[in-house]
């Protein structure tokens, strides 16, 4: 087993090659088609296995697209994270959709509605009770 610092290293340095490789290593158009980026690394902790989640921007199809280019990319990158990562085994690759900054932004959208909606209630508050600012 590794330790901690280990594996989080491993994550890191992993995270690092493979968003390189996403900018000008992977030659498949798929992989193009949506903006990628890695968000995050999840290591396993004897190192055998890696799960590398991905933030995609486009359409839906677009994402589809791009994943099944990912899929379709996983032999390549696991290669290439061998040649480049001195590890005595290369992990196992896994590509996972990471929408956690859609969610966030739809959050982000809905407490602006809300936010919005508060601002004329409290207008029409304060000028009943003559308190408007102006």
């Not at 697209?65 to 990319?73: D, N, R, Y």
């Not at 739809?106 to 508060?118: A, F, G, P, T, Y």
């Amino acid at each position: 087993m590794a330790t901690n610092r280990r594996v989080s290293r491993v994550a890191e340095l992993i995270k690092r090659e493979v968003s390189q490789m996403l900018l000008n290593g992977i030659k498949d158009d798929r992989v193009g088609t949506g903006m990628v980026s890695v968000t995050d690394v999840d290591v396993s902790g004897d190192l055998q296995h890696a799960k590398i989640y991905v933030s995609i921007y486009g359409t839906e199809e677009a994402k589809a697209e791009t994943m099944a280019g990912l899929k379709s990319a996983t032999g390549y990158v696991r290669s290439e994270l061998g040649a480049r990562v001195r590890l005595r085994r290369t992990p196992e690759v896994v590509f996972i959709e990471d929408r956690s900054i859609e969610r966030g932004t739809k959050v982000l959208s809905l407490l602006n509605q809300l936010e919005l909606q508060r601002k004329p209630e409290s207008l029409n508050d304060d000028a009943k009770n003559g308190t408007e600012d102006g």
